[in-house]
């Protein structure tokens, strides 16, 4: 079975400014996918970045990136320059090889003020 | 194009009543996945059809639940005698096609009730 674990319910930063958000997972796996999920209040999951199990090099996209630690089996999401359209709701999943199904964690609120 | 769509948006039921919740999907998607989303927690997975068929249905909570998806496009989820415990927002994906590495659309969700 596949877990996947957010430490943090709330986190809040700065317009501007940097924040990381915690997840980490377990799966018996070699083959797997991790991504990181935005949920605004409209509800619908807009995906932020994926990152491949096999690759090393950690994804970017924009002011997105993971710090993606195999062996600890660690996967964060640095927001960098935050703006207030990035409050929402964020969500760490994780996708293995032997199923198409997503394993979500249970989210972190991120507040971003002025 | 358009993007994933479910309606309704919302519905409110009362405990015992069957529903039935509707899900289109991006055109040309073979693989489509409804998940539950209760408050205060991250989505589960309820159920994955790769074209017309159930390719895994394990997240189902109980035989109350049954999807359907007859012409590989629309899925319908139906909830039999609904009980209190199934309020939740219902979401559904798409992608283009089955396997880990696909991209999952979701959809804005239905937000059920039962009263």
């Known amino acids: 079975a596949q877990t996947v674990t957010q430490s943090q319910p709330e986190m809040s930063v700065q317009e501007a400014e940097t924040v990381t958000l915690s997840c980490t997972y377990d799966?018996?796996?070699?083959?797997?996918?991790l991504f990181w999920y935005k949920q605004p209040p409209s509800r619908q999951m807009i995906l932020v970045i994926r990152?491949?199990?096999?690759?090393?090099q950690n994804a970017t996209e924009n002011r997105f990136s993971v710090n993606f630690q195999k062996a600890a089996k660690s996967f964060s999401l640095k927001i960098s320059d935050s703006q207030l359209g990035d409050a929402a709701m964020y969500f760490c999943?994780?996708?293995?090889?032997?199923?198409?199904?997503?394993?979500f964690g249970t989210g972190t609120r991120l507040q971003v003020t002025l | 194009g358009a993007g994933v769509s479910q309606t309704p948006s919302n519905k409110v039921t009362e405990k015992g009543k069957y529903v039935e919740l509707r899900c289109d999907p991006i055109?040309?998607?073979?693989?489509l996945y409804w998940y539950r989303q209760s408050l205060g927690q991250g989505p589960e997975f309820l159920i994955y059809?790769?074209?017309?068929?159930?390719?895994?249905d394990s997240g189902l909570p109980n035989d109350r639940f049954f999807a359907v998806r007859p012409e590989g496009s629309v899925s319908t989820l139906k909830i039999q005698r609904t009980e209190r415990g199934d309020s939740a927002v219902y979401l559904c994906?798409?992608?283009?096609?089955?396997?880990?590495?696909?991209?999952?659309?979701f959809g804005p969700g239905t937000r059920l009730t039962v009263l």
């Open positions: 999943a994780l996708n293995t090889g032997t199923a198409s199904k997503l394993t």
């Open positions: 990152q491949e199990a096999y690759k090393q």
């Open positions: 059809f790769q074209g017309t068929g159930a390719a895994d």
């Open positions: 994906a798409s992608s283009f096609s089955n396997g880990p590495y696909n991209e999952q659309f």
């Open positions: 799966t018996s796996e070699s083959d797997y996918y």
């Open positions: 055109s040309g998607h073979t693989a």
